[in-house]
């Protein structure tokens, strides 16, 4: 609240102004972050409030906001409520998911042709607040499944310089892994995660939770370890995982893999082939991950899904770009 007191001016009326609006706390999906790792230590964030109105009907300025940036594939639910309030999917995205409070009136908002001098004023009103639980899906253009021990980790090994543990016990990896998978010019984002067994969509090993890391994969490649006794049982068991989970997993393109096969004899590796073949009605690529035999033509088949993919989101956001995903003949060596 503020008069006008000037010498010679008797009634100078109001000239308190307005207070500042409260910051708003904005989240924004940003390309080059890969993990949620700063909210582990930070929670709390609040935004500065607005400056108070002054007199000579200034405003106060409004306060600061807080950007809080999250890595593209962000997923923002409502804590208390377990609502998604955001889906964070492509890069640049952002959202106010609290506004400030706005500022308070200053008396000078007040004044009238009867009241002339007013001395009411309001005061800001209080800004947002609440707890918001973050899930991060990560955006691979492919995704590894298989069971454990088929060798998922590493293949993702011998075609990126991503290095995750390999051990020749279940339930290796634990934490899904990403690697970048060069393409002669091109690149594309590779998912490594844990081995799916019988029951895993009842949460039996690890469950099923790391499948949601491949739900916006364009294709998945399930990996079947070649010196196993019943390789078409092995290649069921994971179909019927995905059947259960559900999220349009069994619908994906996907691409088998016999792996291994630098442990199989010729009559083996011919016999498996084929008993995979008929029970999948597909084709069925032989390969080895540590030998790097058939590598590459997997990797040919990956692309030339990923690049369909990647051409039709860029017609959806960029037009202009539209089919600047080419088919590459070079692969970097792996
Ligand atoms: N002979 C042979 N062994 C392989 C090949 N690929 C993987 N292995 C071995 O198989 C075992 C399991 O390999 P991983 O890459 O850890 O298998 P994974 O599918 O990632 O297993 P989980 O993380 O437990 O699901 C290790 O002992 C590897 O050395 C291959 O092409 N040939
Ligand atoms: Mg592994």
């Given at each position: 609240?503020?008069?006008?007191?000037?010498?010679?001016?008797?009634?100078g009326?109001?000239?308190?102004?307005?207070?500042?609006?409260?910051?708003?706390?904005?989240?924004?999906?940003?390309?080059?972050?890969?993990?949620?790792?700063?909210?582990?230590?930070?929670?709390?964030?609040?935004?500065?409030?607005?400056?108070?109105g002054?007199?000579?009907?200034?405003?106060?300025?409004?306060?600061?906001?807080?950007?809080?940036?999250?890595?593209?594939?962000?997923?923002?639910?409502?804590?208390?409520?377990?609502?998604?309030i955001?889906?964070?999917?492509?890069?640049?995205?952002?959202?106010?998911?609290?506004k400030?409070?706005?500022?308070?009136?200053?008396?000078?908002?007040?004044?009238?042709?009867?009241?002339?001098?007013?001395?009411?004023?309001?005061?800001?009103?209080?800004?947002?607040?609440?707890?918001?639980?973050?899930?991060?899906?990560?955006?691979?253009?492919?995704?590894?499944?298989?069971?454990p021990?088929?060798?998922?980790?590493t293949?993702?090994?011998?075609?990126?310089?991503?290095?995750?543990?390999i051990?020749?016990?279940?339930?290796?990896t634990?934490?899904?892994?990403?690697?970048?998978?060069?393409?002669?010019?091109?690149?594309?984002?590779?998912?490594?995660?844990?081995?799916?067994?019988?029951?895993?969509s009842?949460?039996?090993?690890?469950?099923?939770?790391?499948?949601?890391?491949?739900?916006?994969?364009?294709?998945?490649?399930?990996?079947?370890?070649?010196?196993?006794?019943?390789v078409?049982?092995?290649?069921?068991?994971?179909?019927?995982?995905?059947?259960?989970?559900?999220?349009?997993?069994?619908?994906?393109?996907?691409i088998?893999?016999?792996?291994?096969?630098?442990?199989?004899?010729?009559?083996?590796?011919?016999?498996?082939?084929?008993?995979l073949?008929d029970?999948?009605?597909?084709?069925?690529?032989?390969?080895?991950?540590?030998?790097?035999?058939?590598?590459r033509?997997?990797?040919?088949?990956?692309?030339?899904?990923?690049?369909?993919?990647?051409?039709?989101?860029?017609?959806?956001?960029?037009?202009?770009?539209?089919?600047?995903?080419?088919?590459?003949?070079?692969?970097?060596?792996i």
């Amino acid at each position: 609240m503020s008069f006008r007191r000037e010498k010679y001016v008797e009634f100078g009326g109001p000239n308190g102004g307005d207070g500042g609006k409260g910051g708003d706390i904005i989240i924004e999906s940003i390309v080059g972050l890969n993990t949620l790792v700063d909210y582990r230590y930070s929670r709390h964030f609040k935004a500065k409030k607005g400056q108070h109105g002054m007199g000579k009907n200034m405003t106060g300025a409004g306060g600061d906001d807080i950007i809080l940036k999250v890595p593209v594939g962000t997923q923002v639910f409502d804590v208390d409520n377990d609502f998604m309030i955001a889906d964070l999917a492509a890069p640049g995205e952002r959202l106010v998911i609290a506004k400030g409070g706005g500022g308070g009136l200053g008396n000078t908002s007040f004044k009238s042709s009867t009241n002339q001098a007013p001395r009411r004023t309001t005061p800001g009103e209080p800004g947002e607040e609440m707890w918001l639980f973050l899930r991060l899906k990560l955006m691979a253009d492919a995704g590894l499944v298989g069971l454990p021990n088929a060798g998922k980790s590493t293949f993702l090994s011998a075609v990126s310089r991503a290095t995750p543990k390999i051990a020749d016990y279940p339930f290796t990896t634990i934490h899904p892994q990403l690697g970048v998978v060069g393409v002669g010019e091109n690149e594309f984002v590779l998912a490594d995660i844990p081995g799916l067994i019988e029951g895993a969509s009842e949460g039996i090993g690890l469950g099923t939770r790391f499948l949601g890391h491949i739900e916006r994969c364009g294709v998945i490649l399930h990996l079947i370890d070649g010196t196993s006794e019943d390789v078409v049982a092995d290649y069921e068991t994971v179909r019927t995982e995905l059947a259960a989970y559900g999220g349009g997993l069994i619908e994906k393109d996907t691409i088998i893999g016999l792996n291994k096969i630098d442990s199989l004899t010729d009559d083996e590796r011919e016999e498996k082939l084929t008993a995979l073949r008929d029970a999948a009605a597909r084709p069925v690529f032989p390969l080895s991950g540590v030998s790097g035999d058939g590598v590459r033509p997997v990797l040919s088949a990956l692309w030339d899904v990923v690049k369909e993919d990647i051409n039709r989101r860029q017609a959806i956001e960029h037009p202009e770009l539209e089919g600047s995903a080419s088919r590459s003949d070079e692969w970097s060596p792996i």
